[in-house]
């Protein structure tokens, strides 16, 4: 078997997070500049059947049946070999590298998985869909997340911008005009587990206030689209503004990401606003190519522990 490999995008939530889980649209873009990769060779001395993990970013060697059930990584393979329905597998090692900051709402555990998969699948000669491999994928992060909207595998696995509903099949935008976004990280570590179950208390605690801010961010998410669609940057800006308002009233914001937003305001970008689980994590601006660096030293100067500048491409 020659070395198969494949890799997967980090992405951004750039409208609609948290809403999403509860049936509203959202909208999400792949980031291209950090990626995660999965080699997989073949080990011929190695016991028949034995995989091997390396994935020395989170120190990890081990053979798939020394790991839990519940990992990650085992499980992830363990449902692509019954998936595949395999039989025999041959002796192999999955080396695994990443360039996504761990938790910081950039999608790394999801872009893993979907690399391991492409490899993994291309080396035993069954390649999956790109529809199995989202399926897959949702179902690890199940394991850690409790109730995914689904979003993060299915922008990663297609690797092009979505406009995403729970449930529904998912549609890929189409960009009229390119926009430019600077990613800071606050450098907090922020559980996706946590937000999303925190905002679940307080929506049982407060249906009807929670609901109407989900409504919110699910108009926005809708009229983000359309500027889109329609090559309207700057109402992109506007719109995300708008966003980071809602989610700061269902309590995920931070100090830390609120000081950040607000530096990208006054640096000129056209508008800001946390993006993922919040409480730490990513934030975003849209800003006009030409200001990019400027912005994204405002944001190392208030906090951010690293940028990153991505394009969204026309299509
Ligand atoms: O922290 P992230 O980037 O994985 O974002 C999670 C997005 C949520 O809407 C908060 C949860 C979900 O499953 O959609």
């Given amino acids: 078997m020659p070395a198969f490999s494949a890799s997967a995008p980090g992405k951004i939530i750039l409208f609609g997070e948290h809403a999403v889980v509860y049936g509203r649209p959202a909208i999400a873009v792949p980031v291209t500049q950090v990626r995660a990769k999965a080699i997989v060779m073949a080990e011929p001395k190695s016991p028949a059947g034995q995989v091997r993990f390396i994935a020395p ?10 790991l839990p059930e519940d990992h990650p990584l085992a499980f992830t393979i363990r449902r692509a070999v019954s998936t595949l329905q395999l039989v025999h597998i041959p002796a192999c090692s999955i080396r695994i590298t990443s360039t996504i900051p761990i938790a910081g709402g950039m999608g790394s555990g999801a872009a893993v998985s979907v690399a391991v998969l492409r490899a993994f699948s291309a080396s035993v000669g069954h390649p999956l869909t790109n529809e199995q491999i989202s399926s897959l994928v949702y179902e690890t992060e199940r394991i850690y997340h409790g109730t995914p909207s689904g979003i993060d595998n299915t922008v990663i696995t297609y690797a092009q911008p979505v406009y995403f509903v729970k449930g529904k099949s998912v549609e890929i935008l189409s960009v009229k005009n390119s926009f430019t976004l600077v990613i800071a990280d606050t450098g907090l570590k922020s559980p996706t587990a946590l937000a999303v179950g925190d905002v679940r208390q307080a929506w049982q605690k407060d249906p009807q206030q929670f609901d109407r801010l989900f409504d919110s961010a699910g108009a926005i998410a809708e009229a983000g689209r359309e500027s889109i669609e329609s090559g309207q940057v700057e109402a992109i800006g506007s719109l995300m503004n708008k966003n980071h308002a809602v989610l700061q009233k269902m309590g995920v914001s ?7 937003v607000e530096a990208a305001r006054t640096a000129g970008a056209f508008g800001a606003k946390l993006s993922g689980a919040g409480r730490g994590g990513s934030m975003i601006a849209l800003v006009a190519p030409t200001a990019s660096t400027y912005v994204a030293d405002a944001l190392r100067a208030a906090g951010a522990v690293g940028t990153i500048v991505t394009e969204v491409r026309q299509s």
């Fill in 254 to 260: 931070c100090p830390e990401l609120d000081v950040l």
């Fill in 57 to 66: 970013d989170i120190s990890l060697e081990a053979a798939l049946d020394s």
